[in-house]
């Protein structure tokens, strides 16, 4: 069995968001780090190899990005997969969610593996969908936000969080599942595997090495039209309403809900 | 000149940054307030191979370098001092000799079991009377019937006493001089220092009750006795008589540690009083806004990245194989001052709140002004530097 993780480079999470000025975009120039939840894809890969119901002949870490991305795949593996792939292009600037799923879709199709696994979200863009993408470009079943995984035969077991509880679903491999948080806890990387983590295969893929086609990739190639970005509107300070006599705070406060027709 | 750090180091410092935050934060409180040794804790620095970080995998060890080591240290200072002054003692202080001076049987027995952290480390060096003046030792070592029997006291050691505490590698005198009781020191021309491998559990060696600090709660230090305490003819370590050059070595490279410790000590009190000021209000506005407080943040974030920069230097010329000396003595002065400096601005910062433990910048006050007096005071450190001077 073979398991490609997908997995993205992100701005920190200490890092305090901003948009860029002169771009008016949101400024990535700190501090980046592997998107947390992927690290919990990874983990899940790892216990389906170390739970033993299923030969796992390999773990392969799959990122599109810029060069400094290749530092996210350093860390994927040295949380356990055996070897990465750097899809890494200059036409692939500025794509949209379309646009990095189907790119995604073709590094993966190029792997062929028997499950794709990959964070429910992304820490910076936050869309939960790139799963689905990338799953319907490859015509697998996907599931999201699955927090339990058992391996049965051909077949994956999941539970993934619903809005009431929880729904246990089955599904056929080859198959795409984003992950939530609850799955698993990531494991640490040890010292001896941060150091023998630049020694693991890594394939560096352009866009020509898989057959992309280019005008369907990067700005030109994306359905999402981006205006301008704005930081969300300072806070107006509010009204305090001394406790001098408490009958007539009460009468403040109704009157000033009564005012913004919220009662 | 390039100030960015490899991917293998900038992986290293996230990992043991979230190890600290999500490890050992939420227990760093109660294990200082019960002055209980973070056992747990090292068991999972063990696992990381975070207890042998500078020593070859070969040997057992986690197969970094110096700036590996400092870097850890440093993010593990940032939240919590005790678990951070039980790994740089155990590795630079306890572990270092063995890897040094040791034998090839020596490196064997010991190397594997104390770089996994399945032991601790100690180092045996200061006593009542040697200090400052670590060569004017009083413990003594003589050769009986094929075994060194050593007679004499330590004090102030970290990991001596703990239930892993595996080893302690001591100072002795080894000259036929004049005894104990009748002085003797640094002046003497006939005065040998040898270094030991003492094994806990050695008849008449003894580890004192813990001291009562006013930090570093959390860490392991006691007094040491040997009383006639026989240990093998060769577990003498390196040769007999260059014990006074050894020790000064490990003393050099371990000051790289506790720089690193007083780095990161002044970036988590810095971490928290930049915090407490954005969220804490007074005459309407956050206090960060207050001139009198930006100021303070912006001296300690100055002098804190001068002091990082120096620390690293001193790593990296230790590194590179070169002349460290200078270096990690001015790291070490520059940093210990800072740290104190540092977590009495952000006590100062937190107001009332930063006197009582409710906060951890309570913590790292207490903390600090030990890195101004261990591992060499900062007037050792300036004697250091003005004899490299030429002064």
Known sequence: ?263 | MDFDLSPDHELIRRTVRDFAKQRVAPVAEELDRTKSFPYELVRELGELNLMGIPFPEEVGGGGGDTLAYAIAIEELTRIDSSVAITVCAHTSLGTQPIYLYGSDEQRERWLPRLCSGEILGAFGLTEPEAGSDAGNTRTRARLDDGEWVIDGAKQFITNAGTDISGVVCITARTDAGSSCANGGGVGDADMEVSNFIVPTGTAGYEVGEPYRKMGWNASDTRPLTFAGARIPEDNLLGPRGAGFKQFLHVLDIGRIGVAAMGVGLAQGALDQALAYAKQRRAFGQPISRFQAIQMKLADISTELEAARLLTYKAALLKDAGRSFTLAAAQAKLKTGRLAVRAAEEAVQIHGGYGYIEEYPICRFYRDAKILTIGEGTDEVQQMVIARALGA
């Not at chain 1, 692939?92 to 028997?114: F, R």
């Open chain 1, 1 to 263: 069995m073979k398991i490609c993780v997908l997995v993205k480079e992100v701005p920190d999470a200490a890092v305090q968001k901003r948009i860029n000025p002169s771009t008016g975009r949101m400024d990535r120039s700190g501090e980046k780090n592997l998107n947390p939840y992927d690290t919990h894809a990874i983990e899940a890969a790892m216990q389906v190899r170390e739970g033993g119901a299923v030969e796992v002949d390999e773990i392969v870490a799959v990122t599109m990005g810029p060069e400094s991305a290749i530092r996210a795949l350093h860390k994927a593996v040295s949380l356990g997969a055996d070897r990465s792939v750097h899809l890494s292009d200059d036409a692939l600037a500025g794509s949209d969610i379309n646009a990095t799923g189907y790119a995604l879709s073709k590094a993966l199709a190029a792997e062929q593996p028997d499950l794709v696994l990959l964070g429910q979200q992304s820490d910076d863009g936050e869309c939960y969908t790139i799963g689905a993408v990338v799953a319907d470009h490859l015509s697998m079943p996907s599931l999201t936000q699955v927090i339990k995984m058992d391996v049965e035969g051909g077949e994956l077991r999941c539970e993934r969080q619903a809005e009431y509880g929880y729904d246990t679903v089955s599904v056929q491999m080859p198959a795409v599942i984003s992950v939530g948080d609850a799955i698993n806890e990531p494991r640490y990387p040890s010292l001896k595997a941060i150091m023998g983590a630049k020694k693991k295969p890594l394939d560096k893929k352009a866009i020509g090495d898989l057959e992309i086609e280019a005008d369907r990739v990067g700005e030109a190639g994306s359905k999402v039209a981006c205006g301008d970005f704005h930081d969300p509107p300072a806070k107006t300070a509010g009204e305090i309403i001394e406790d001098e006599d408490t009958n007539e705070t009460v009468e403040k406060v109704v009157a000033w809900l009564d005012e913004r027709k919220l009662i």
